[in-house]
């Protein structure tokens, strides 16, 4: 159980570097640091289209991804913290498709409408179908992540030639 709450710990060490990396960016070239607003930014410009019209500001300055993006990441760390709340953590079931589904149709619904020009997608329409949507994910990230790295870390020590264990494998006949 210490495993799966320190690898739990661990992600949302990293999920809270990345939203901390989201509002820094403007904060930092507001500030005068451009260099690393920058960096982060060309970060962020791999995964975020970073339209400006459609970026919540802080300083004036657009945050390091857009409305949608920010949702999905900020709903996502809100997840993250309540899922412990309302699971065990070594659990290695995962919602069903259709809660899938249900919180990711919305948000495609919405792009897909907006695209096309039969709805115009707003801000508040982003901010709730990401945030669904992000909010839903650690329900199926954290147990998957979580298992795996234990069964990496135990594959590792039984076949690891530094252990100083020998693999015994016994025949049945």
């Known amino acids: 159980m210490k495993s799966s709450i320190r690898l739990y710990s661990f992600f949302t060490v990293l999920v809270s570097l990345w939203c901390i990396g989201i509002i820094a960016a403007p904060i930092l070239k507001h500030a005068g640091w451009t260099q690393s607003a920058d960096m982060l930014y060309s970060f962020f410009a791999r995964v975020c289209h970073q339209d400006d019209a459609r970026s919540f500001h802080v300083e004036g300055e657009k945050i390091g991804v857009c409305i949608r993006c920010s949702a999905i990441y900020f709903g996502f760390f809100l997840g993250l913290i309540t899922l412990p709340l309302s699971r065990a ?3 290695k079931n995962v919602p069903s498709m259709g809660f899938f589904l249900f919180a990711v149709l919305p ?25 669904l949507f992000g909010m839903s994910m650690p329900w199926f990230i954290v147990p998957i992540f979580i298992e795996a790295c234990l069964q990496l870390n135990s594959r590792n020590k039984n076949h690891s030639p530094d252990s100083g264990v020998v693999r015994y494998d016994r025949k049945t006949q």
């Open 89 to 91: 953590l070594k659990g």
């Open 107 to 131: 948000m495609v619904v919405d792009a897909v409408l907006n695209a096309t020009g039969i709805h115009a997608s707003t801000p508040i329409t982003r901010v709730i179908t990401g945030a």
